[in-house]
């Protein structure tokens, strides 16, 4: 099982970015997919989950009408989109796969906003 993310990423603020996460060594629309970030110096924040099997999504509160969440079932990829960037969203972003608690991580990927 693997979860490969796509690599670092430098927006400027108020721009968009997509975060991919592509599955592999499992049957994708078997498992949800969470979306977890990492700012420095701070611990772990969820921010929601999709289940590739549907396209059903919840998002923490927080972020909500600010991310969506999508997955490609023809590749087997998850993607996190997160608008109107600003300052505080520079962290690392995980995809993880739900397994009775998250099981498989990403690598993570490091997204900076900045001007």
């Known amino acids: 099982v693997q979860l490969v993310q796509s690599g670092a990423d430098l927006r400027n603020p108020g721009a968009s970015v997509t975060v991919s996460c592509k599955a592999s060594g499992y049957i994708f629309t078997s498992y949800y997919i969470d979306w977890v970030r990492q700012a420095p110096g701070q611990g772990l924040e969820w921010m929601g989950r999709?289940?590739?099997?549907?396209?059903?999504?919840k998002y923490a509160q927080k972020f909500q009408g600010r991310v969506t969440f999508t997955a490609d079932t023809s590749t087997s990829t998850a993607y996190v989109e997160l608008s109107s960037l600003r300052s505080e969203d520079t962290a690392v972003y995980y995809c993880?796969?739900?397994?009775?608690?998250?099981?498989?991580w990403g690598q993570g990927t490091q997204v900076t906003v900045s001007s």
């Open positions: 999709i289940d590739p099997e549907d396209g059903g999504t």
């Open positions: 993880a796969r739900r397994n009775s608690g998250m099981d498989q």
